[in-house]
């Protein structure tokens, strides 16, 4: 089955930049969708198709998708920003989706 | 606004059963694919099982493939999961999901979630 793979955490200080990655063998070939988790709360979709951001989300959100890696961009980290990240694709030779581990964003 | 409320969780011993229910709400349940996702204590996120708008297609992770089962009834906008034969790897909070709206040729990412019914299999 297919594996997304994703870094356990990454810190940044608040107005920096943070990159969260998430790989999988030829990712860049596949629709990668992001979601943010904040503690006691449901996910919420914050970049999907690579680099699309839903409605109501902040351009500071970002994403990129080739080869083996995706990569979800968060400039101007504010300290709100602090969740759990999850990569997501539909993985069409298993006919299921597949999460990525998840990354722990703190914010220092 | 869209609303998802699950309900159905609680603590059931190893190989009972147990039907969660996601009752939706502000916007035409029968046009969208639904999900169950789950959430081990401490752990990520995982997909459980999908089923059509319609509910002719379903799917289901090899994890809970044979004993659980989804469902869904349009004209009461509530979707389901039929969990048999539990075991404490199923302890988890559960969450339903919309799948965003039909696209040709690919599928839609989760634009909604339910904040889930926790899920506990013990003796």
């Known amino acids: 089955s297919y594996v997304l793979t994703q870094p356990p955490s990454v810190s940044v200080a608040p107005g920096q930049t943070a990159r969260i990655i998430c790989g999988g063998n030829?990712?860049?070939?596949?629709?990668v969708h992001w979601y943010q988790q904040k503690p006691g709360q449901a996910p919420v979709l914050v970049v999907y198709?690579?680099?699309d951001r839903p409605s109501g989300i902040p351009e500071r959100f970002s994403g990129s998708n080739s080869g083996n890696t995706a990569t979800l961009t968060i400039s101007r980290v504010e300290a709100g920003d602090e969740a759990d990240y999850y990569c997501?694709?539909?993985?069409?030779?298993?006919?299921?989706?597949?999460f990525g581990g998840g990354t722990k964003l703190t914010v220092l | 606004q869209v609303q998802l409320v699950e309900s159905g969780g609680g603590v059931v011993q190893p190989g009972r059963s147990l039907r969660l229910s996601c009752a939706a709400s502000?916007?035409?349940?029968?046009?969208?694919?639904m999900h169950w996702v789950r959430q081990a204590p401490g752990k990520g996120l995982e997909w459980v099982a999908v089923?059509?708008?319609?509910?002719?297609?379903?799917k289901y992770a090899d994890s809970v493939k044979g004993r659980f089962t989804i469902s869904r009834d349009n004209s009461k906008n509530t979707l389901y999961v039929q969990m048999n034969s539990l075991r404490a790897e199923d302890t988890a909070v559960y969450h339903c999901?919309?799948?965003?709206?039909?696209?040709?040729?690919?599928?839609?990412?989760?634009?909604?979630w339910g904040q889930g019914t926790l899920v506990t299999v013990s003796s």
């Open positions: 089923i059509w708008y319609d509910g002719r297609n379903k």
């Open positions: 502000g916007f035409t349940f029968s046009s969208y694919g």
């Open positions: 999901a919309r799948e965003g709206e039909l696209r040709l040729g690919k599928l839609s990412p989760f634009d909604y």
């Open positions: 997501q694709v539909w993985d069409s030779s298993s006919d299921h989706w597949v």
């Open positions: 030829n990712i860049g070939s596949k629709s």
């Open positions: 198709d690579d680099s």
